[in-house]
């Protein structure tokens, strides 16, 4: 089922690896302690230089925190560029959509107005990774046949690699 509703794959998966390197990027410094710190730094300097706010002082449980969802960002974004599927860019775009929620909620809730530049890039990763699916989902119904993998959505046959 996947399958029928997966994006075009080039210019799709092109996407997904862009997201993956995204986040690579920005939180490989949020994967260890000692990175964390000069990351915790620099943002703060950028957000005081800016008029945005800074970060609260470290503390070792916002460090433990941090370098968590840096660890795991950091694997999921190597996974992506390595082997980019549609299903990836679905599921990017879940996650990014669940990050742009608690960002939301962090801003209502007085965070430095600095999160306000990584929330506008989750949400549009997460709108161009989901929207496709979304599109492919409302035309497929229409003219959906069934296939021999249908009621199997994360049959293995549904995902190939990298074209």
Known sequence: MIRHFAPARPTYL?????????????????????TYALVHDALSSLGNTLGLGVLPELDPMQTLYANLMGSVVV???V??????????????????????AWQAYALA???????W????????????????WWR??????????AGPT???????????GPA
């Open 75 to 77: 694997v999921w974004a």
């Open 14 to 34: 092109r996407v997904v690896r862009a997201s993956a390197w995204y986040d690579l990027v920005v939180t490989a410094g949020f994967a260890t302690p000692w």
């Open 136 to 145: 492919n989902r409302h035309t497929n119904l229409l003219d959906h046949k």
């Open 79 to 100: 996974l992506r560029i390595v082997r980019p599927l549609p299903v990836h860019g679905l599921l990017d775009g879940i996650a990014r959509t669940l990050f742009a």
């Open 150 to 160: 249908d009621g199997h959505p994360l049959s293995t046959a549904n995902q190939r």
């Open 109 to 115: 809730h007085g965070a430095p107005q600095l999160l």
């Open 117 to 132: 530049l990584f929330f506008s890039v989750e949400v549009a990763f997460g709108l161009v990774q989901l929207v496709p």
